[in-house]
């Protein structure tokens, strides 16, 4: 079993429509965890970064974490065909090492 | 500041070939991580420096692989003797460490082709 699960979709949405991504993990240790789009054949860019438990929200984005479940989600509001990518949550313990543990990415499709 | 960059954007070399990667991470980033996607996946960690120090490596890292960061300021990775398996994009990223935060940026990648 993987230490993070992130459904690979494709998840195609009309434009407008409210998005829901999520990963689940299995290491109660993690704290860091972190949000990325990633367009074809480009490097990562960063969307959401939380810390610990709670929501963050930021424009038309909306993180949750929810550690009682080991489940975090990115609420994509307003969708627009811009936001069609790859969508990566990662995740890192508090201590001991450095090293984040990506999710295999949710393709998204938002559809005109 | 121009946010991460990596040299060069391809690479095609042919099996057996020695190569090198270079990143240039966010100026005043003291950590800098170097990773591996592969087509359908997630970037997989393979090295991380907190300045020029290297602190932690994947078993992914097989004795062909080597990373250096010299001064603690730019960083390569060196890939001796390439095989079809290495290609992959290679992904740099860095980061600046503070109470409760450790957002790493990424460059835009090296795409590796083995043939």
């Known amino acids: 079993q993987k230490e993070v699960e992130q459904d690979p979709g494709p998840l195609s949405v009309p434009e407008g429509a409210i998005v829901s991504l999520n990963c689940t993990y299995s290491?109660?240790?993690?704290?860091?965890f972190m949000w990325y789009r990633q367009y074809s054949r480009k490097g990562p860019e960063l969307l959401m970064y939380?810390?610990?438990?709670g929501n963050k929200e930021d424009g038309r984005f909306t993180a949750q974490v929810d550690k009682s479940s080991k489940y975090i989600s990115l609420f994509i509001r307003d969708s627009q065909p811009s936001d069609s990518a790859t969508y990566l949550c990662a995740m890192r313990r508090t201590s001991g090492t450095y090293k984040y543990i990506f999710g295999t990415g949710t393709r998204l499709k938002v559809l005109a | 500041d121009t946010g991460v960059s990596q040299d060069p954007r391809h690479k095609i070399t042919k099996r057996g070939q020695n190569v090198t990667f270079r990143c240039d991470p966010i100026s005043e980033h003291n950590r800098l991580y170097w990773y591996r996607q592969t087509l359908g996946q997630g970037p997989e960690f393979l090295t991380y420096?907190?300045?020029?120090?290297?602190?932690?490596k994947s078993r992914l890292l097989s004795d062909r692989f080597s990373a250096e960061r010299p001064k603690g300021s730019f960083s390569t990775l060196e890939i001796q003797r390439t095989e079809q398996g290495d290609s992959a994009m290679y992904l740099c990223?860095?980061?600046?460490?503070?109470?409760?935060?450790?957002?790493?940026?990424f460059g835009p990648g090296t795409r590796l082709t083995v043939l």
């Open positions: 939380t810390y610990s438990s």
């Open positions: 420096f907190q300045n020029e120090a290297q602190l932690e």
């Open positions: 990223a860095s980061s600046l460490t503070g109470p409760s935060t450790d957002t790493q940026y």
């Open positions: 290491n109660s240790a993690f704290q860091y």
